[in-house]
């Protein structure tokens, strides 16, 4: 059985996350780190209440030694947290990409996640184009891109392992029209649905359907597929391909 911890759940990415680990039977315990709950109109499966233990966590810079400790008894964790740069500083989005992440990953290492026999596992929620050589005309490709390079290097020699999975352009499932009425702008909205198919359609690679994204995220923090680093889209999607059906 399979502990984790997931940051950003009430994001579109972080919510298909959490529903996919909720429906995962292998995996026992949900922690939810996060600023607020997750909103009355998410729809979950009935098992969330029982299955899901919520940290409200204001302070992402700082970890008291007690809860790095609680967190660190679990296997894994998804780190979702983050949002579009569009309208975002450099400095406001390295804080919230760059310096939440590495501040949470400090925080693990010092409380000794992992052990030898049973490696606790980091998944970061990248993007496409995310470039670790700092050298990309994006300001947001540069910060992710710096994680990417920085989270490894800072684990090396402990029992954490590192997974970046980058997904490509995503947008609410149309199962859950609660979330694209809640978590999308009109514009958004009018994008993904005249954008979306087309993406989808024309160019796969750069389309994740967030059903996937949630799959592959738990599967990876499972341990599933241990020996790489990096997973971008197009590789991600072949490997959710071919899982069984369904896990639960």
């Known amino acids: 059985m399979t502990s984790l911890i997931i940051t950003g759940a009430t ?14 039977s292998t995996v026992n315990k949900i922690t939810l780190l996060t600023r607020r709950s997750v909103p009355a109109w998410a729809k979950l499966p009935p098992n969330a209440e029982e299955k899901t233990e919520t940290i409200i966590h204001t302070d992402f810079k700082n970890y008291p030694p007690e809860l790095a400790q609680r967190l ?12 579009s740069a569009v ?10 990409t760059y310096e939440y992440t590495m501040a949470a990953a400090r925080a693990l290492k010092e409380a000794g996640a992992g052990s030898p026999e049973q490696p606790f596992r980091f998944v970061f929620i990248s993007g496409e184009n995310a470039d670790p050589s700092g ?11 710096r994680v990417e390079r920085e989270l490894p290097e800072l684990f090396e020699g402990t029992n954490v392992r590192v997974h970046v999975f980058r997904p490509a352009y995503f947008f609410p499932s149309k199962k859950y029209p609660e979330d694209r009425m809640n978590q999308r702008s009109t514009l958004l909205r009018v994008v993904d649905a005249t954008l979306g198919p087309l993406v989808a359609a024309a160019t796969p690679s750069w389309y994740t359907p967030t059903e996937e994204l949630g799959r ?5 923090a499972k341990g599933r597929w241990p020996d790489k680093v990096l997973y971008r889209n197009a590789e991600a999607r072949k490997l959710v391909s071919g899982l069984p059906a369904s896990s639960t």
Request: hydrophobic share 45%.
């Open 216 to 220: 592959f995220a738990v599967e990876l």
């Open 87 to 96: 309208g975002m500083s450099e400095k406001a989005y390295t804080e919230l």
């Open 135 to 145: 050298k990309s005309g994006q300001m947001w490709a540069r910060v992710k891109g």
């Open 11 to 24: 994001g579109v990415a972080g919510l298909a996350i959490y529903r996919t680990a909720l429906s995962d």
């Open 72 to 83: 660190a008894q679990h296997n894994g964790l998804i780190w979702a947290l983050g949002r």
